[in-house]
């Protein structure tokens, strides 16, 4: 079955950075496209990034645009956000995602916290 397992989480300081992957099994990884949602306290889950399954399109919520970096590894099965100059406004948990036809898969997320 499919399994999405988000790790990199933590707590980090205004202007730090933090890598989040997120482990994939139970399907054919590299012939998907991937994306990363975040979700903060009180608000709906938002989409961050995008990436199709060679890497060859990728698209960037407004707000994170020049920080954030999604990448993945087919061979590792694994998917990536690089999380640069981060913000306390960027304190959400974090989630992979997988569209496959007209099924929806999670992860569990990564809690991130921005604070000093």
């Known amino acids: 079955q499919v399994q999405l397992v988000e790790s990199g989480g933590g707590l980090v300081q205004p202007g730090g950075s933090l890598r989040l992957s997120c482990a994939a099994s139970?399907?054919?990884?590299?012939?998907?496209?991937m994306s990363w949602y975040r979700q903060a306290p009180g608000k709906a889950r938002e989409l961050v990034a995008r990436i199709t399954s060679t890497g060859g399109s990728i698209d960037y919520a407004d707000s994170v645009k020049g920080r954030f970096t999604i990448s993945r590894d087919n061979a590792k099965k694994t998917l990536y956000l690089q999380m640069n100059s981060l913000k306390p406004e960027d304190t959400a948990v974090y989630y992979c995602?997988?569209?496959?036809?007209?099924?929806?898969?999670w992860g569990q997320g990564t809690q991130v916290i921005v604070s000093s």
């Open positions: 139970g399907f054919t990884f590299s012939s998907d496209a």
């Open positions: 995602k997988l569209n496959q036809g007209f099924s929806v898969y």
